[in-house]
């Protein structure tokens, strides 16, 4: 048996050369030798003439090599069977196809004698066993289905498809505030943002062209002829992932989108097929098979998600809620209004004052440090100094001593200022480590900040903090995952895509049981008699509210769970902290039984 391996086209012309000159001499093997060489050396006028008929043989070759796109041939020789003036010989052929494909696969020359000179009896065969004498061999790439995005029931939110791309560049168009009205008109029934003086301010501002909007095939279909020819309007088509419903997680699914899209392309086949005259596939030489890309699961729950959009998209200020499941720390739903969406994944990454809902982060301290629990007995005027701080109860209120609990469910600002001074400097950021406030979470398809909760080694700085204005900020999402921590008795790993490691920057020591349970109590109580009364319909609700004062008006703020579901809302500058309960409360009595 002889191999030839091509290397450089100098070396194969003179190998054939060598080959084809001593074909008479040694019978069919050398020349069949320099048959198969200069095939693979894609010398295809020195192999046809190595045959009986070369103008066919040329032909047919140099469609085997164009068709199957091939990068390269290696040709071996095998077997021989010699009758006579005729001849058998094996061959193997292994084709380098493009993307790293290989195929391989046998057949036999014919050969015969005349005039004592051994040639290759021409048919299509010598090329492929299978091939007929008038098709073609074709190589043909099958795509593999690329991967889709689901939500945590298996239904799509995000899957592949042909979009169209529609830019404006004002400066081309004669009259651009007709043209941005008419392609206003056009495509605000997709996004309600869309009037004309938007679209128009964003193009002016874009640098370039400025992408309007991205349509599915069936939304492009429903507009077409409205903007087909706009002036200064450019539509491209082109390849993306798509929301199933664009009211669904807006914000959410765009960072998704972001995260996932390099990798949704699985594995393409391929196949070799061979075409008659007529171009119709006759036959299929080679297939592999494609390997699709796995899809992606998401934690968000629809049935959650869906609440939590439409309870948020009620009010007209900034509102924004965070869901967690405390269990597995599976983030269920995200949820912010068009005026949040404006400052971008707020819900997960703004920094706010917490205002009263941190003092459940007080109280978890004075618990631990020993100087209260839920029945110690603190003070509750309506105001109360500390240092050069004069702390006032809302709407100065006072209830005198009470047991931490009630000043708790109360919201007393003076009994917490008065807990917070009495600690030391680093009680309550170690409190809220516990409680998953304060650590770093790179988490894949969302951007998260927790919070910052500072050392606070001043007196007054300790006394703000303590209820929740000082210095201390925090996201909505650093609340959900506190509140998480309560139900479950530790703090959770909060995760959004399935199999994707969430990575914790900071330590997060273990929670006592007694402080659980102390803040289980204390939470049930504002719910059940305290400023959270107004959620007591919907179940075993345990909570906690917070109006945060700022320039120009007060968070309105409520953070608390229900079984398996922790939640965190915020109406920026909302007002009192009822209107985020009300928020809240909306989202629960729209969730089905046994949420």
């Not at 007694?514 to 939470?523: E, T």
Request: proline content about 6%; charged content about 20%; aromatic content about 6%.
């Amino acid at each position: 048996m002889s191999i030839r391996l091509i290397v450089a086209p100098v070396v194969i012309a003179l190998a054939v050369t060598a080959a084809g000159c001593s074909a008479s001499s040694q019978g069919p093997v050398p020349a069949a030798d320099a048959f198969v060489t200069a095939f693979a050396a894609r010398d295809l006028d020195r192999a046809a003439g190595l045959t009986t008929v070369p103008d066919k043989a040329v032909a047919a070759l140099e469609s085997a090599w164009d068709h199957l796109q091939a990068e390269g041939l290696r040709a071996e020789t095998g077997a021989a069977r010699v009758t006579g003036d005729t001849a058998t010989v094996e061959y193997t052929y292994e084709w380098a196809l493009p993307r790293n494909r290989t195929w391989r696969y046998t057949g036999q020359l014919q050969l015969g004698r005349s005039d004592g000179r051994w040639v290759v009896r021409w048919t299509s065969s010598d090329i492929h066993p299978k091939l007929g004498d008038t098709q073609t061999m074709m190589l043909r790439a099958n795509p593999a289905p690329r991967a889709r995005v689901n939500e945590s029931s298996g239904s799509d939110v995000l899957v592949p498809g042909k979009v169209t791309r529609v830019a404006f560049t004002p400066a081309e168009a004669a009259d651009a505030g007709t043209a941005a009205k008419a392609l206003a008109s056009a495509l605000i029934r997709f996004d309600k943002r869309l009037t004309p003086e938007f679209v128009l301010n964003s193009a002016r501002a874009a640098a370039g062209a400025y992408t309007v909007a991205l349509l599915s095939e069936v939304e492009f279909d429903q507009v077409r002829d409205e903007i087909l020819g706009l002036p200064g309007v450019r539509l491209t088509q082109e390849w993306d992932l798509m929301p199933t419903d664009r009211d669904f997680a807006p914000d959410l699914m765009t960072q998704v989108r972001q995260t996932v899209i390099a990798e949704v392309d699985g594995k393409a086949g391929w196949s070799v097929v061979t075409v008659n005259a007529n171009g119709v596939d006759t036959d299929v030489l080679k297939e592999v098979a494609s390997q699709p890309a796995p899809s992606f699961a998401l934690s968000i729950d629809r049935f959650v998600q869906s609440a939590a959009q439409r309870a948020v998209d009620a009010p007209a200020q900034q509102t924004m809620m965070v869901v967690l499941r405390p269990s597995t720390g599976a983030i269920l739903a995200v949820a912010q209004n068009r005026a949040a969406d404006r400052d971008g994944p707020v819900a997960t990454i703004g920094q706010y004052p917490p205002g009263s809902v941190f003092k459940t982060v007080t109280a978890a301290a004075a618990i631990s440090a020993g100087i209260a629990t839920p029945d110690t007995v603190v003070p509750c005027p309506s105001r109360i100094v500390i240092g050069e701080r004069t702390i006032p109860n809302y709407n100065l209120f006072g209830v005198g001593d009470v047991p931490m609990a009630t000043a708790y469910e109360r919201s007393c600002n003076t009994s917490f200022a008065k807990l917070a001074s009495a600690l030391p400097g680093l009680a309550l950021h170690e409190a809220a480590a516990k409680f998953g406030v304060g650590q770093g979470y790179t988490l894949a398809g969302l951007p998260t900040i927790s919070g910052s909760v500072p050392p606070a080694e001043d007196l007054v700085q300790r006394t703000e903090d303590g209820i929740g204005q000082g210095k201390v900020v925090v996201s909505p999402f650093g609340m959900a995952v506190m509140a998480a921590t309560i139900a479950a008795g530790t703090a959770p790993v909060p995760y959004l895509i399935a199999g994707r490691p969430t990575i914790v920057d900071g330590a997060r020591p273990p929670v006592e049981p007694a402080v659980i349970d102390g803040l289980r109590s204390m939470m049930r109580m504002v719910v059940t008699g305290g400023t959270a009364e107004r959620i007591v319909d919907q179940g075993e609700v345990f909570g906690k509210t917070g109006e945060a004062e700022v320039e120009g008006g007060s968070h309105s703020w409520f953070v608390g769970f229900r079984g398996d579901l922790a939640f965190a809302t915020l109406l920026v500058k909302g007002g009192s902290s009822d209107n985020a309960v009300g928020v809240t409360r909306d989202m629960l009595a729209a969730l089905p039984a046994g949420y």
